[in-house]
């Protein structure tokens, strides 16, 4: 037995027998707490390759129906984080890491972290791809022809020191497990649980090595968490995960019934972020932006109030810096920025459809529905294996609480598919109500934990 082999006994060894992963998923399926050690050893061979796919959607499932103590839910976070490189970014002085819960229509990464870099905060971020019904900043960045977001660690590192800022998809080495957690959960409709999210985001945010976390709790029909309890729930346990972990951390509760902005898609969506940072931001977009954003400013140190926070953020887009910074990112990291100059350039899908509703008030529009019918028509992935449709997608022209008129467009489906656009056009007339009672517009921020 080779010394490697010996240390995995040794560890793994419980009275006279060694841990095997049918015990510990018939474990959690009879409701038990699982041990550090088992949850070790579970993400350990799962990420190597000796647990096959179908035990470990087994055990997930298990644990998406039974949840997780606080221990169990910090255990496998630090297992998942320690499954691969744990960055040290300390070289590049306070670095604040923002992560959003997913949502649908959410581009704000792709808006706020360039602004971020213009105001002098440091920027080193790794986002994800496209879970469930949610999209992925990743793909959204890939939407911009030649934009890498698969460098390796020294050209990230490289870009932060010499511009300010890098974003790119995790690195293959960055937790590993939470990777193939990520995708494996995607395919088996276990996406929604508290222990689950906590730990895939917070493993990442343990690993990714920045010192200071800003979470997007995202809250309601186009989110995980469909109320603000469960929201309120998921942002304690991250915060305590955060904290234990030496990293201040701050989660912004915001309203994700509805899309966020006006485009669901990962060229639309780019389309209306670079429209953002030239000055043409939605309303419920820059509410986000400008709470999320003052938090980040805060936790860097460069400014203790909040709303002159917000002043500061807002200056930076009129003056044209943060677009600015973000050519200077897509530029760095290959991309064509020809496309955001003139966004006329991107791919047009080749059927578009405009929907039209009756006359009346906008008294819902359900995001996730309108995540979900995105999806079928190219935007995201139904099996983890598929390719995404860049130019597939929704714009939803109104808000809820807009009065539309009989001939007002309300929405255009965007595929590459005839079949998927007529499956679309019923769909959407399930997602959208229309009432003839005025309706109020949401509030987008619900809350700071
Ligand atoms: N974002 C993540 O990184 N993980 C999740 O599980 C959900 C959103």
Redesign the pocket.
């Known amino acids: 037995m080779s010394i490697a082999q010996k240390k995995f006994y040794e560890k793994y060894k419980i009275e006279d027998k060694i841990m095997n992963i049918l015990d510990i998923i018939a474990k959690k399926r009879d409701k038990k707490e699982l041990s550090k050690e088992e949850i070790e050893y579970f993400i350990e061979n799962y990420t190597n390759g000796n647990i096959a796919d179908y035990q470990a959607a087994a055990l997930i499932m298990a644990i998406y129906l039974n949840g997780m103590t606080k221990e169990e839910t910090t255990h496998l976070t630090i297992a998942m984080a320690n499954s691969g490189d744990v960055l040290d970014l300390s070289e590049l002085g306070i670095v604040v890491d923002k992560?959003?819960?997913?949502g649908v229509g959410d581009k704000i990464t792709l808006i706020l972290m360039p602004i971020m870099a213009a105001l002098g905060v440091v920027v080193a971020k790794m986002s994800?791809r496209g879970?469930g019904f949610?999209g992925g900043t990743a793909d959204k960045l890939e939407s911009i022809p030649g934009y890498r977001t698969n460098i390796s660690e020294e050209e990230f590192r490289n870009n932060v020191k010499e511009i300010g800022i890098s974003l790119i998809t995790q690195t293959a080495n960055l937790a590993p497990a939470?990777k193939k957690l990520?995708a494996l959960?995607d395919t088996i409709s276990c996406?929604d649980s508290i222990p689950?999210?906590a730990s895939?985001?917070m493993s990442?945010k343990i690993a990714a090595g920045a010192n200071k976390v800003v979470l997007d709790v995202t809250c309601g029909r186009g989110a995980?968490m469909k109320n603000k309890e469960e929201a309120v729930k998921l942002s304690n346990v991250m915060k305590q995960i955060g904290e234990l972990a030496g990293k201040e951390t701050i989660c912004v509760i915001t309203n994700m019934n509805e899309p966020l902005g006006n485009a669901v898609g990962n060229s639309l969506e780019m389309i209306e972020t670079i429209n953002s940072l030239k000055g043409n931001m939605p309303e419920d977009v820059k509410e986000v932006v400008l709470e999320l954003g003052s938090y980040i400013l805060k936790l860097a140190g460069k400014g203790e109030d909040i709303e002159k926070n917000k002043i500061e953020i807002e200056n930076c887009i009129n003056s044209g810096k943060a677009y600015k910074k973000f050519i200077e990112l897509i530029q760095r990291q290959g991309g064509d920025i020809s496309y955001c100059e003139n966004t006329e350039k991107f791919e047009k899908a080749r059927y578009q459809e405009s929907i039209i509703f009756e006359e009346g008030y906008i008294s819902k529009i359900d995001a996730e529905k309108i995540g979900k019918i995105a999806c079928n028509l190219g935007a995201g992935r139904i099996k983890k294996e598929d390719k995404i449709d860049m130019s597939a997608g929704i714009i939803v022209n109104k808000k809820v609480g807009d009065y539309i008129k009989k001939e007002d467009i309300v929405a255009i489906l965007y595929s590459n598919s005839k079949e998927k656009i007529e499956e679309a056009r019923e769909m959407i007339k399930q997602a959208i109500t229309i009432t003839d009672k005025k309706v109020e517009k949401e509030k987008m921020i619900l809350g700071i934990i």
């Open positions: 992560h959003s819960t997913g994800g879970l949610t939470d990520y959960r996406t689950l999210i895939s985001i990442k995980f």
